[in-house]
């Protein structure tokens, strides 16, 4: 089979919450579309959204870039921020460092990043301080007709 | 069950999203949490919180939940209530506290 691949974009700004999850709410629409699995499709957004509520709670701006193949869907987020200074301690549950601000809005429990984890095939993330951060995630395509092979 | 016998049976308050009164209620999680609610909640489970900001209805449509509840009097931002009715995802209301309202939906679930 010839690999199609659907390529978006979407850019993001740190700092406003009302914005945040826009781009997920477009990727599912656009997702759904083709005939990927309503689970895979949920796994790929819920990543996504927490990886757009850091961009606005921690970074300046962001691009995220999809790349829809016939077998994977790829995700890209990549920051220009602060970056992170201890990834291992910023993916452990419960870790922190979100303002009083953000966790009266109910943020800031430490569970972002490991939400991303657990709904990616694979999850890569990197980070430098004073640049940013990109997180890499790959979820592989369950095709809705394929179900049951 | 559906949210409509739930604001029925239990008094809710419809604050917005009335075409999606129809929707099928089952089980529900009580957090105030976001990401806990993100990692934890199931697909038609009723929410009960009272953060009523716009992040609330974007987790809501990402998890296809079924409805809202916003205890202790809360009620939704004004962009929340909107988005609410975009997604057809009901935002109810209640006077009373998490315990309770979790309690009796809970009551009314496990007698269906
Ligand atoms: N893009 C980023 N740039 C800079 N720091 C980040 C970024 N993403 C995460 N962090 C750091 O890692 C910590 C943990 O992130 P994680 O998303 O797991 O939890 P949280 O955002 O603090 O809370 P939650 O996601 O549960 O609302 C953050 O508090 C922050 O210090
Ligand atoms: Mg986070």
Redesign the pocket.
């Known amino acids: 089979m010839v690999e199609e691949t659907i390529s978006l974009q979407y850019k993001i700004d740190g700092g406003d919450f009302k914005k945040a999850g826009y781009a997920s709410s477009q990727i599912k629409k656009r997702l759904q579309k083709l005939n990927i699995h309503p689970k895979v499709i949920k796994k790929i957004v819920i990543a996504l959204y927490?990886a757009e509520?850091?961009?606005v709670?921690?970074?300046y701006d962001a691009v995220i870039r999809i790349e829809i193949g016939n077998e994977t869907v790829k995700v890209k987020i990549k920051?220009n921020?602060?970056?992170?200074q201890d990834i291992n301690q910023?993916m452990e549950k419960g870790?922190?460092?979100?303002s009083s601000k953000i966790r009266e809005m109910g943020?800031?429990?430490?569970?972002?990043?490991?939400n991303m984890k657990k709904n990616s095939d694979k999850f890569d993330i990197k980070s430098k301080i004073n640049e940013g951060?990109e997180i890499n995630i790959i979820n592989y395509r369950i095709n809705i007709k394929n179900e049951n092979n | 069950m559906k949210i409509i016998d739930l604001v029925n049976k239990l008094g809710l308050e419809i604050l917005s999203g009335e075409n999606g009164l129809n929707r099928t209620v089952s089980g529900g999680y009580t957090s105030d949490?976001?990401?806990d609610v993100i990692a934890n909640a199931q697909e038609n489970n009723i929410w009960i919180t009272l953060q009523t900001h716009k992040n609330v209805m974007a987790i809501a449509s990402l998890k296809d939940l079924a409805a809202i509840i916003l205890i202790n009097g809360n009620k939704p931002e004004e962009d929340t209530r909107e988005q609410s009715n975009i997604e057809n995802i009901p935002i109810l209301g209640t006077k009373g506290n998490a315990f309770e309202t979790s309690a009796k939906i809970y009551e009314l679930l496990n007698n269906e």
């Open positions: 927490e509520i850091n961009v709670a921690y970074a920051d921020g602060p970056g992170i910023a870790y922190s460092t979100a943020f800031g429990a430490g569970m972002g990043l490991s951060t | 949490l976001l990401s």
